[in-house]
Each structure stands twice: as C-alpha cells, then as structure tokens.
C-alpha cells in the first residue's frame, strides 16, 4: 500500500507560479511511475504529467506543456509539479497518482494504482 499526500496548492494570480508536492509512503517508490492530474468543477479528472521512476522520460498535457516541469527526488519518495505562467483555466483539484506497473508511463487514470486526496489551485485573472 502507498499512501500519497499533496501539498503546495493555493491562490495565485495569473502569470504566477506555485509548486505542488507529493510525499509518499514506502520502499518501492522509484519502481513507481508518477503522475498529475487535475479536476475543475463539473469536469472530468484530466491527465496533467507523468515521469517515470528513474525520471528519465516525462510526459505532459499539450495545455500545459511549455509552462509545468514534473520532477522526483527518489531520495526522500516526493515528486513536484512546477507550474509556471499559471492561467485562470488551471483552477482545479490537483491529485498526484501511483503506477506500480514498471515501465509504463500512462496519461490514463484507469492506469494507476493510488491517489492523493488532492490539493485546491485557483488561479485568478
């Protein structure tokens, strides 16, 4: 069992910044692919990043991509979403997501294993 637990959400204006992270439990968090998605109100949960457990390969929704960095730290089991020149259609619950599954980096919830309880971005214009 992995339990996930997402920090660093908070009110921003739009063009700011913020940094989320996500400390999880256990030993076997660099076998683990990571991943980020967010859910706005009356919208379905959507994939935002994804790095592998080495950190080698990322991936990232065209809408954010150019403007979020994922990253892990396997040292401390915590992986980060920074996100840059944030917009008022970033506003969502942002969850961090386990993949035990090594060797696959997915965009798809159905692929991962354990969730966070999400943490609250607001971006205002």
């Known amino acids: 069992q992995v339990q996930l637990v997402e920090s660093g959400g908070g009110l921003v204006q739009a063009g700011g910044s913020l940094r989320l992270s996500c400390a999880a439990s256990?030993?076997?968090?660099?076998?683990?692919?990571m991943g980020w998605f967010r859910q706005a109100p009356g919208k379905e949960r959507e994939f935002v990043a994804a790095?592998?457990?080495?950190?080698?390969?990322?991936y990232y929704a065209d809408s954010v991509k150019g403007r979020f960095t994922i990253s892990r730290d396997n040292a401390i089991n915590t992986v980060y979403l920074q996100m840059n020149n944030l917009k008022p259609e970033d506003t969502a619950v942002y969850y961090c997501?386990?993949?035990?599954?090594?060797?696959?980096?997915?965009?798809?919830?159905?692929?991962?294993?354990?969730w966070g309880q999400g943490t609250q971005v607001t971006v205002s214009s």
């Open positions: 997501a386990a993949d035990r599954l090594a060797g696959r980096v997915s965009r798809k919830n159905r692929d991962y294993d354990y």
């Open positions: 256990g030993r076997t968090f660099s076998s683990y692919t």
């Open positions: 790095i592998s457990g080495s950190g080698g390969s990322r």
